[in-house]
């Protein structure tokens, strides 16, 4: 069965880096795009961008390039999101879907900027 | 940008009774492929969005068939026909017919009267 499984929570400083991976299962994984999805503490979902897992060519949406950067590691069919220099306004829950319908989802990993 | 607009933003409803949300959208989201590209998501409480349903009216697997979808061009809804304690959560119609970037509406919260 498909799977997305995310890394865990973390909290960071700000100023700091994080990096969020999500390993997929269940499917070939450069046959469909993956996409992050960002919802800050009681508010809705915004799409991040997508990364496209066969030439590994990434689309930002706009609010997120430069700090932002998807990557991936294919050898163990898994998609990272790096963001640096963290602010306080980074703390939110970060999802990667696959496929541009996204169809489904990994569990979430929680991103906390706090000094 | 393609803007996603939902109606009602808090929806409380008696279980048993039925619940639409509707979703408008700034711009058709009739691709020149001919498909509608306008998902559906449930967002329970604590846990990951999950797609109910994809262009317009298509349930995802597993998704009980209380749950429909329709609409056309720029004007969409989702239909409850008879909601249970479960149903409770957010919905969220999206739209991936005009990319980068991929929207979403704001989210309609359902809850038990």
């Known amino acids: 069965q498909v799977q997305l499984v995310q890394s865990g929570s973390e909290l960071k400083k700000p100023g700091a880096s994080v990096k969020v991976s999500c390993k997929a299962s269940?499917?070939?994984?450069?046959?469909?795009?993956i996409n992050w999805v960002r919802q800050a503490p009681g508010q809705g979902l915004e799409w991040m961008g997508w990364?496209?897992?066969?030439?590994?060519?990434?689309t930002y949406a706009q609010g997120f390039t430069g700090r932002f950067v998807f990557s991936l590691d294919t050898s163990v069919s898994t998609a990272y999101l790096q963001i640096s220099s963290l602010k306080a306004e980074d703390t939110a829950v970060y999802y990667c879907?696959?496929?541009?319908?996204?169809?489904?989802w990994g569990q979430g990993t929680l991103v906390t900027v706090s000094s | 940008d393609v803007v996603m607009t939902q109606s009602p933003l808090s929806l409380p409803v008696t279980l048993g009774q039925p619940a639409s949300i509707s979703c408008r959208s700034s711009?058709?989201?009739?691709?020149?492929?001919?498909?509608?590209?306008l998902n559906w998501f449930q967002q329970r409480p604590g846990q990951s969005p999950r797609r109910l349903i994809y262009?317009?009216?298509n349930r995802d697997s597993g998704v009980p068939d209380r749950f429909s979808g329709s609409g056309s061009g720029t004007d969409f809804t989702l239909k409850i026909s008879r909601v249970e304690a479960e149903d409770v959560g957010v919905y969220y119609c999206?739209?991936?017919?005009?990319?980068?970037?991929?929207?979403f509406g704001g989210g309609t919260k359902v809850e038990i009267k």
């Open positions: 879907a696959r496929e541009y319908g996204l169809d489904y």
């Open positions: 269940g499917y070939t994984f450069t046959s469909l795009v």
């Open positions: 990364i496209n897992t066969n030439t590994g060519n990434p």
């Open positions: 711009q058709s989201l009739v691709h020149s492929d001919g498909s509608t590209y």
């Open positions: 262009r317009v009216s």
């Open positions: 999206m739209q991936v017919t005009h990319w980068p970037p991929v929207t």
